[in-house]
């Protein structure tokens, strides 16, 4: 054993005369991401990282926005990058008035009644529908000021 090396080179730095070696504890281990979770924590750390430039990013937008407010919409075209379309934003506009029908006095009626206004068109039974959306994803670091979203 002489080639080994002296035996004390063979016992753990970590181990004192005389106190038997302990074996170490593990860590307690996060739970792995989902494939969404992985996801939104990317795209958190790469919004904390570029907090400077996605700053700069809001202040243009602003500024486009108001500026077209003044002048109106417009588009910019740069022929090596891409082009910015910039719209003011626009408040409520009332563009006309429509009869509403009374809900609970509909349903109070008799359904002869009912009828009789379905087929005269006075009445119109339409179907409800909610307009469809593209989605959208909200960024914010717990370390943003807050503001618009």
């Known amino acids: 054993m002489e080639h080994f ?65 003044d002048e109106g919409k417009f588009r910019e075209a740069f022929d090596e990058l891409g082009h910015v379309s910039v719209s003011p934003p626009t408040p409520e506009q009332v563009t006309g008035e429509a009869p509403v029908l009374q809900i609970e006095v509909w349903q109070a009626l008799r359904d002869s009644r009912r009828d009789k206004l379905l087929e005269e068109g006075l009445v119109e039974v339409k179907s409800i529908i909610k307009r469809a959306t593209y989605g959208q994803v909200r960024v914010k670091l717990h370390a943003e000021p807050e503001g618009e979203d």
Do not use: M, W, Y
Request: aromatic share 2%; hydrophobic share 30%.
């Open 5 to 69: 090396g002296p035996r004390a080179d063979l016992v753990p730095h970590t181990a004192r005369p005389g106190v038997p070696c302990q074996p170490r504890a593990k860590k307690a281990q996060k739970p792995k991401d989902t494939p969404r979770q992985a996801l939104c924590r990317e795209l958190l750390e790469i919004r904390r990282d570029n907090l400077t430039i996605f700053t700069r990013i809001e202040a243009i937008n602003t500024r486009l926005k108001k500026l077209a407010g």
